[in-house]
């Protein structure tokens, strides 16, 4: 009887990775970041990754254009009057 029970203990172990109550715990939280990853990716690459991305822009000098830039120069019609 010792045996037996001593087999079913050992064969769960066999199990691996996900077996008995803290495999169940470590499945379904891995299920869990499986579903929300997708979501995650999204929210950091639209909204949370462009917020810093500007910090750093701003905290650095960027030379886009050589020369003075005005508005001028993109709309001319807008700075006239008829």
């Not at 010792?2 to 064969?11: C, L, T």
């Not at 769960?12 to 990775?17: A, C, H, I, V, Y």
Request: no cysteine; aromatic share 18%; proline share 4%.
């Amino acid at each position: 009887m010792a045996s037996h029970a001593f087999e079913s203990a050992a064969a769960q172990e066999k199990q691996g990775f996900f077996a008995g109550k803290k495999g169940r715990k470590r499945r379904e939280a891995l299920q869990a970041y499986a579903f929300l990853s997708p979501s995650l990716i999204v929210l950091i690459v639209f909204s949370i990754f462009p917020v810093f991305y500007a910090l750093y822009i701003s905290l650095h000098k960027w030379f886009i254009k050589k020369g003075n830039f005005g508005a001028e120069q993109l709309y001319p019609v807008a700075g006239r009057t008829h």
